[in-house]
C-alpha cells in the first residue's frame, strides 16, 4: 500500500499542473495531475507535500489546508492512499520537472483535458470548500467503477 501526496496550487482561478509525458511505465502518462508523490520514511503527509512540491517545482509552500483523504483502489496499480492538500500562499521561481510540463490551467479548463474521471469529483469538492473529505475510487483499467464519498456510494 502506497501513500502519496497530491497539492494543488491554486493562483487567479488557475491550477499549477503537471501534464505527465516524460516517464514511459507511469499509471498516469498523458494525464494531468497536481503536484506530489511519494512518501520517503518517517515523512508525514505535511512533510511529504512540502518536499514534492519544492522538488518537482521549486516553489516553497507557505501555508496549506489538508483537505481530504483519497484511497484509489486499481486493478493495475494497486492501492494507495493520496493526501489531498490545496494550497494559494507559496512562492519562488517555477523549475523544470523532469516528471513533465507544468502548466497553470484555468480550473475550469482543466475539465476538458485528460485527467482521471475520479479526479473531477475531487476538484469539484477543493471548489466548494468541502470539509475534509474521505473519497474512495475504484479504477478498472482507466474505468471509474465506483466512488464512494464519506463512506456513501456516489452516481458515476
Known amino acids: 500500500m502506497r501513500n502519496t501526496t497530491l497539492v494543488h496550487l491554486e493562483r487567479d482561478?488557475?491550477?499549477?499542473?503537471?501534464?505527465?509525458?516524460?516517464?514511459?511505465?507511469?499509471?498516469?502518462?498523458?494525464?494531468?495531475?497536481?503536484?506530489?508523490?511519494?512518501?520517503e520514511p518517517g515523512e508525514s503527509p505535511e512533510d511529504c507535500a512540502l518536499r514534492e512540491v519544492k522538488e518537482e517545482t521549486g516553489l516553497t509552500v507557505k501555508s496549506w489546508a489538508y483537505r481530504g483523504i483519497v484511497t484509489f483502489v486499481s486493478d493495475e496499480w494497486g492501492t494507495e492512499y493520496m493526501h489531498l492538500f490545496h494550497s494559494a500562499?507559496?512562492?519562488?521561481?517555477?523549475?523544470?520537472?523532469?516528471?513533465?510540463?507544468?502548466?497553470?490551467?484555468?480550473?475550469?479548463?482543466?475539465?476538458?483535458?485528460?485527467?482521471?474521471?475520479?479526479?473531477?469529483?475531487?476538484?469539484?469538492?477543493?471548489?466548494?470548500?468541502?470539509?475534509?473529505?474521505s473519497l474512495k475510487l475504484c479504477y478498472q483499467g482507466d474505468r471509474l467503477a465506483e466512488a464512494v464519498l464519506n463512506g456513501k456510494p456516489l452516481p458515476l
Open 13 to 39: 482561478g488557475k491550477y499549477l499542473m503537471l501534464h505527465r509525458v516524460k516517464k514511459e511505465r507511469d499509471e498516469n502518462h498523458d494525464k494531468w495531475v497536481g503536484i506530489g508523490g511519494k512518501f
Open 89 to 133: 500562499d507559496f512562492e519562488g521561481v517555477i523549475k523544470e520537472c523532469d516528471e513533465g510540463v507544468l502548466e497553470w490551467i484555468d480550473k475550469r479548463a482543466l475539465l476538458e483535458l485528460p485527467i482521471w474521471e475520479g479526479d473531477r469529483i475531487f476538484l469539484r469538492l477543493l471548489d466548494t470548500d468541502r470539509p475534509f473529505f
